[in-house]
């Protein structure tokens, strides 16, 4: 951690953050890009931390995406902090933030939108229909905006790194993407900007989607290959707090997400759960002995 802390500059703007990057660019220095909808926590620092140290130049951007957002979800309760932000930020010494506008990002007239298939489709996809197309769009703009060497994501939000992989690729986009470990709190409970709407009977309760989790891992290094019985225990752990709703948990081919009939390989666990209205998500690797 940088303890100088110089302050990041700001920009709202695209053109002033393109005016700002164009000599960096120019001069060969690597760029490192860490996109996020702001009220940071370590996992985000993970990430911008990652980026200073392997590139010249590390922009962040914040933005709450309005379109990957529905009508009836949080988009206007999700947590803003600025000044709080742009704080973490000075002390990891990032070089620049892009706080852009609505308008910036999406100007009258916006019709443009990319769609990814396939991996987008089942899990978050099923639950949150349109959410995909609005991440896959703002993160192509961002990309276009920035033109990074390299973007940094966070595994726990697993599929989401599947769709931007898979759009990397098809779009022909010269970005390398680095995806990096969840960070937890000490109970497991996986760092989230949504943890914050919990109360604190909620925050205590969460710590159920973790435990499902570790038993899954235990259950399949144990030799379990029925996704049908680890799912089911999965459940009974999760049910176990008061009040908790099961949005999926699904054992599912890591590459695809399709679900998957008998555990052989390396199989995802992924896991969607409400709690008091707020929802949260979480997946882990399960990986068989041998
Ligand atoms: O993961 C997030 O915070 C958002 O989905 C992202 C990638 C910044 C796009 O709005």
Known sequence: MHTDA??????RTVTSLRAFLLPW??????IGFVPTM?????????LVRASKAENDCTVVSIYVNPT???????????????????ELLSKEGVEAVFA??????????????VEVRGVSEP???????????????????LFNIVQPDVTYFGAKDYQQSLVVRQLIRDLNLPIELRVLPTVREPDGLAMS?????????????????WKSLKLAQELVEAGEKSPREVIRRMEEVILSAEGAMIDYVA????ETLAPVEVILGPTLAAVAVRLEGTRLIDNMMLCPKG
């Open 123 to 141: 899990l978050e996809g099923q639950c949150r229909p349109g959410h995909f197309r609005g991440v896959a769009t703002v993160v192509v703009k």
């Open 6 to 11: 110089s302050r990041p500059q700001l920009f």
């Open 38 to 46: 702001g009220a940071l926590h370590e996992g985000h620092l993970s």
């Open 100 to 113: 852009p506008d609505d308008t910036e990002m999406y100007p009258p007239g916006f019709n443009t939108w």
């Open 25 to 30: 660019r120019r001069n060969g220095k690597r």
């Open 251 to 254: 054992l599912v081919d890591p």
């Open 193 to 209: 900007s949504r943890n914050s709407y919990l109360s604190p009977q909620a925050r205590q309760k969460a710590t159920v989607i």
């Open 68 to 86: 990957q957002f529905a009508p009836s979800e949080d988009f206007a309760r999700y947590p803003r902090n600025l000044a709080g932000d742009l």
